[in-house]
């Protein structure tokens, strides 16, 4: 089993910046992926960015592509997501997921942590 804490969310205004962290603990040694999902209310849950826990090849979501970077700390078992230029519309729940191999299905999440951007 595969625990995940997410942290570093907030209130921060259009064009700010936001740093989340993704810690995982437990059997960490079945990774092969991380990931950052995100819900806005009445919205699905949809695809950020995700790196591959070895090889660190990462993975992004067009509307983020060039604004938020993913890495990953392997000695820490921590993945960040580094936000900039931050827009309202990237208000949501963030959330960490596992991919446990190179089928890409995530099965274990954290609690998710409140991203909101005021204009």
């Known amino acids: 089993q595969v625990q995940l804490v997410e942290s570093g969310g907030g209130l921060v205004q259009a064009g700010g910046s936001l740093r989340l962290s993704c810690a995982a603990s437990g059997r960490t040694f079945i990774i092969y992926a991380l990931g950052w999902f995100r819900q806005a209310p009445g919205k699905e849950r949809e695809f950020v960015a995700a790196?591959?826990?070895?090889?660190?090849?990462?993975f992004y979501a067009d509307s983020v592509k060039g604004r938020f970077t993913i890495s990953r700390d392997n000695a820490k078992n921590t993945v960040y997501l580094q936000m900039n230029s931050l827009k309202p519309e990237d208000t949501a729940v963030y959330y960490c997921?596992?991919?446990?191999?190179?089928?890409?299905?995530?099965?274990?999440w954290g609690q998710g942590t409140q991203v909101t951007v005021s204009s």
């Open positions: 997921g596992r991919q446990k191999s190179s089928v890409v299905q995530y099965d274990y």
């Open positions: 790196i591959t826990w070895s090889g660190g090849s990462t």
